[in-house]
T-cell receptor, first 113, second 109 residues
Framework: DTAVSQTPKYLVTQMGNDKSIKCEQN?????MYWYKQDSKKFLKIMFS???????INETVPNRFSPKSPDKAHLNLHINSLELGDSAVYFC????????????FGAGTRLSVL | GQQLNQSPQSMFIQEGEDVSMNCTSS?????WLWYKQDPGEGPVLLIA?????ELTSNGRLTAQFGITRKDSFLNISASIPSDVGIYFC?????????FGTGTSLTVIP
């Protein structure tokens, strides 16, 4: 009964490939997020979606595109992968009328070779 | 986006010692949170604070919402090896959510 689940947990791919990471939450939250954690462990927000509307996009390259088929899912598509995309990507969700506290998935470790 | 400053950046302590870390910001927040990230996992919420001056405990962990609303503190008493990980503070103001830079804790048995 995992609250926020991401797949895959590990993703190893070649430069130039296109890949997707999936995220699902069963908490009934109305907002979902994607974060990138770099080698220094800083958590940098990439996107958030509320009611299928993108409300944050923090200077992320347009090779990254979030897709939300419904409010329980927010998938991350990455085109033309680059070496610098290697990082751990976290999905999170929150509910605006419940203090907006975010709950995180276990992360996807992306390695671009 | 804004990032909250946490200190210390890393700590190496002996098992049984107490730990203190803090988080500061130039902005006021309505909610302060503390998360722990175990190696290979995502951040897990430890404590949530909603009022200035509030002191809240969760087992051996105690956190405080600073009076100025610009800082928060986390203390861990009698550390054990499983306390190892990265501790993140987070501040919420309206719909804005900001993470701290993290404190890496290593506990030496």
């Amino acid at each position: 009964d995992t609250a926020v689940s991401q797949t895959p947990k590990y993703l190893v791919t070649q430069m130039g490939n296109d890949k997707s990471i999936k995220c699902e939450q069963n908490l009934g939250h109305d907002t979902m997020y994607w974060y990138k954690q770099d080698s220094k462990k800083f958590l940098k927000i990439m996107f958030s979606y509320n009611n299928k509307e993108l409300i944050i996009n923090e200077t992320v390259p347009n090779r990254f595109s979030p897709k939300s088929p419904d409010k329980a899912h927010l998938n991350l598509h990455i085109n033309s992968l680059e070496l610098g995309d290697s990082a751990v990507y976290f999905c999170a969700s929150s509910q605006r009328d419940r203090k907006n506290i975010q709950y995180f998935g276990a992360g996807t470790r992306l390695s671009v070779l | 986006g804004q990032q909250l400053n946490q200190s210390p950046q890393s700590m190496f302590i002996q098992e049984g010692e107490d730990v203190s870390m803090n988080c500061t910001s130039s902005s006021i927040f309505n909610t302060w949170l503390w998360y722990k990230q175990d190696p290979g996992e995502g951040p897990v919420l430890l404590i949530a604070l909603y009022k200035a001056g509030e002191l809240t405990s969760n087992g051996r962990l105690t956190a405080q919402f600073g009076i100025t609303r610009k800082d928060s503190f986390l203390n861990i008493s009698a550390s054990i090896p499983s306390d190892v990980g990265i501790y993140f503070c987070a501040g919420i103001a309206g719909n804005q959510f900001y993470f701290g830079t993290g404190t890496s804790l290593t506990v030496i048995p």
